[in-house]
Nanobody
């Protein structure tokens, strides 16, 4: 049974930073893909960043390139460092995982999801 637990959300002013964490139970980094998604009110859930077991192999959405960094601890914890935050980054952020490759940012590729953590960026 795979379980994903996110933490680290909160409120921050535009230009600030936050780091999200996701601890995986029953899943390790070497198993496949791990990713972050986000969903703003009234919008579709969208992929933000993904990482998989090929050193340095990451995927980012264009909207966050150069501002967000996805990483892991080599075992079962995923991170998302978010810098230069903008009000449009406000959303619930979800950790996702799947055993299948390749890693991409389409929602349908991921079978396992966390409950989400809220990020609010004020202007």
């Amino acid at each position: 049974q795979v379980q994903l637990v996110e933490s680290g959300g909160g409120s921050v002013q535009a230009g600030g930073s936050l780091r999200l964490s996701c601890v995986a139970f029953g899943y390790t980094y070497s198993s496949g893909c791990m990713a972050w998604f986000r969903q703003a009110p009234g919008k579709e859930r969208e992929g933000v960043a993904a990482i998989y077991n090929d050193p340095g192999r990451t995927v980012y959405a264009d909207s966050v390139k150069g501002r967000f960094t996805i990483s892991d601890n080599g075992l079962n914890t995923l991170y998302l460092q978010m810098n230069s935050l903008k009000p449009e980054d406000t959303a619930a952020y979800y950790c996702a995982a799947d055993f299948r490759l390749p890693c991409r940012l389409e929602r349908w590729r991921y079978a396992y999801w966390g409950q989400g953590t809220q990020v609010t960026v004020s202007s």
